[in-house]
């Protein structure tokens, strides 16, 4: 029996009542309206890691710092690719983004001195970004330039072991063999739908699905997803922002209806991975590496609040197996995020 089916009558049956009241309003879609001016950037803090729930394994710290403009005019170089990118991004409110960040990668058993070649390799990713973003009301559209490097100049050792040591952690051993030195680049487009659901007692419903398409030697991929979201003041933004691979929405909020808003939400993103140099080891040089899985999925949920021009968000992230031989199954991890406007 289809699982899906008992509790999409279960809905159907909760919700009744109150269609037949009136308290619970279908939302028709409206034409886009896009977001008035915005003279306020967006500075926004992403940390991800596995210690909340236990583990200090596989993707185990992810530390990324990111701002957003004002909805005003774009510096030369930009302006430029603006202009030849404008039959992807389309209509809407203008933004450029900037990027830099951290993320840190290790196998299930870190004790090993000499690590079991059949796990995931020791890596560290150091990377910067640039990414222009147009918000037309119901869909945000993002295009993103990635360069950075993997390997020992990444210092992913040196924040892991540093930070273990400050802790009284135990140190992880086998960073001796982690991916070798290598620059690494990627283009990542993604969009995001806003879709109005209902209305009952104050508080709105919407989807927002979405879909990516990432090329580079970083990471290879294509992805769909989408969450579902209920709250106040939705249009503020297009949900929590997240590290990539992610489903992630945007690094910066525009309060349009009122000065708080919350939301809680629930999501699921399919990944069918091409590359991944994380897993797949050094392109050029021969380095440690294991056979990636063709197809990751994510299962989100969490909490976003907005007030007095400050987004606090917490998402519980379940990823599936990325590599063939990963034990453990599942792995979980948290992510903090904290943006401010000013």
């Known amino acids: 029996m289809n699982p899906i089916k008992p509790l999409f009558v279960m809905l159907i049956l909760a919700l009744a009542p109150g269609l037949a009241k009136g308290q619970i309003v279908p939302v028709i879609p409206a034409a886009p309206t896009p977001p008035p001016a915005d003279l306020r950037g967006s500075l926004s803090l992403s940390i991800e890691n596995d210690v909340l729930n236990g583990t200090d394994r596989y ?24 202009r030849q990118l404008d039959f992807l991004l389309g209509k809407g409110q203008l933004r450029w983004g900037a990027a830099f960040g951290q993320s840190i990668f290790t196998p299930q058993d870190t004790e090993r001195r000499n690590p079991d070649p059949r796990d995931r390799p020791y890596a560290g990713l150091l990377y910067g970004t640039v990414s222009l973003a147009r918000d037309n009301g119901s869909s945000f ?12 100049s990444a210092l992913g050792r040196q924040v892991q072991n540093n930070f273990h040591d400050l802790i009284s952690d135990n140190r992880s051993n086998g960073w001796r063999y982690q991916l070798r030195d290598e620059f690494v680049f990627g283009a990542v487009l993604s969009r995001t739908w806003r879709v109005p659901l209902l209305r009952f007692a104050g508080l709105e419903v919407e989807a927002l699905p979405s879909a ?3 090329l580079g030697t970083l990471l290879t991929s294509a992805a769909a997803g989408g969450i579902i979201r209920i709250g106040q003041g939705l249009d503020a933004d297009f949900g929590p922002a997240r590290i990539r691979p992610a489903l992630s929405g945007s690094a910066f909020f525009q309060p349009r209806t009122r000065e708080f808003g919350w ?12 590359r991944d140099i994380l897993l797949d080891g050094n392109t050029y040089r021969q380095s440690r ?32 197996e990325e590599f063939y031989g990963q034990r453990g199954g599942v792995q979980r991890f948290a992510s903090l995020n904290t943006t401010f406007r000013f």
């Open 141 to 152: 559209t993002l295009f993103e330039l990635q360069a950075g490097l993997v390997g020992p």
């Open 263 to 274: 939301y809680v939400f629930a999501g699921v993103e399919g990944r069918a991975v091409a």
């Open 59 to 82: 993707y185990t710290n992810g530390l990324q710092l990111s701002w957003y403009s004002p909805s005003a005019d774009l510096p030369l170089p930009l302006d430029w690719l603006d």
């Open 289 to 320: 590496s294991v056979d990636h899985r063709p197809f990751v999925g994510d299962a989100v949920y969490g909490l976003a609040v907005m007030y007095a021009g400050v987004r606090l968000s917490y998402t519980q992230v379940a990823r599936t």
């Open 212 to 214: 990516t398409a990432s």
